[in-house]
């Protein structure tokens, strides 16, 4: 199938070619348009055989990526996390180019605190919400879509899922409302002070090794006022090595209330696994 766009002459131009199936996301013809890397115009003197011969060779370059939808009515695309090459050290990792089912599920629990009768005075509402190495920030974009927050911020710490984050709120129309910002746990200079204090704190799946524990409880205690009334919820997947012990202790020594989220039988709420 191929794509078309009008020169500034008013005639058209093939400018690409791609699947039918992934015609018409949005109804707009230039969103999709865009996610293509430009056909050289050498290519295209050469006609559409050439063309097809082209877009084969080069596929993955030409390959669309349609976003993902989860059942709660929010877009996000994903990244290569090994954009930076292959590598077995967790810098050379972008963990947070894809979306972990912890963030999943912490959007669908976001859903449940609006929708069932009575749990929404554990969620404020109508303030502002941060979301801590939001990656590709499906949780902050659910809050922000429920209407539960008047603004968002999405913070992550690496400029390739800042920009990731920047396209997740093209795709929901929701630039009026959520910003992405750098925030880096282990560099106080970031910790975005002066800003408004938010009323609601989420985050999930960014405790994940030993050293982090310390500087994310820090960080946490920098962005909550004491005495204030701001929430925070952080969905966590244990891992061994995520020194979740060290956490408990440090958020504990800031003045943090902890309650764990339990099911009817007191049962840790555990193994939600969102789509």
Request: aromatic content about 6%; glycine content about 10%.
């Amino acid at each position: 199938v191929v794509c078309w766009c009008r020169r500034s002459d008013g005639t058209e131009c093939a400018r690409s070619l791609h699947s039918a199936e992934q015609v018409g996301f949005g109804g707009e013809s230039k969103v999709v348009l865009s996610k293509f890397k430009a056909i050289p115009c050498d290519v295209w003197d050469g006609g559409m055989s050439a063309v097809a011969s082209y877009v084969c060779a080069t596929r993955e370059q030409h390959k669309p990526q349609m976003p993902h939808l989860t059942k709660d009515g929010v877009y996000y695309f994903q990244a290569d996390p090994y954009s930076r090459g292959k590598g077995n050290e967790l810098d050379a990792i972008l963990t947070g180019s894809v979306a972990w089912d912890g963030g999943l599920a912490l959007a669908k629990l976001m859903l449940w605190l609006t929708a069932e009768p009575g749990a929404e005075a554990l969620l404020p509402v109508g303030t502002s919400a941060l979301e801590l190495g939001a990656g590709t920030g499906v949780v902050g974009l659910t809050l922000a879509r429920l209407g539960v927050a008047s603004s968002v911020v999405l913070t992550d710490r690496e400029p390739e899922v800042l920009e990731l984050q920047q396209r997740n709120i093209a795709v929901n129309g929701l630039g009026s409302r959520v910003t992405s910002r750098h925030l880096d746990f282990e560099d106080v200079s970031t910790y975005l002070q002066g800003a408004p204090v938010p009323g609601l704190v989420v985050a999930s799946e960014v405790l994940y090794v030993r050293d982090l524990a310390r500087s994310l409880a820090r960080t946490l205690a920098a962005l909550v006022v004491a005495g204030s009334s701001s929430a925070v919820y952080l969905a966590y997947r244990h891992r061994e090595e995520a020194g979740l012990d060290e956490f408990v202790n440090e958020v504990a020594a800031e003045g943090f209330g902890m309650e764990r989220l339990e099911d009817d039988c007191g049962r840790c709420v555990a193994g939600s696994r969102g789509t």
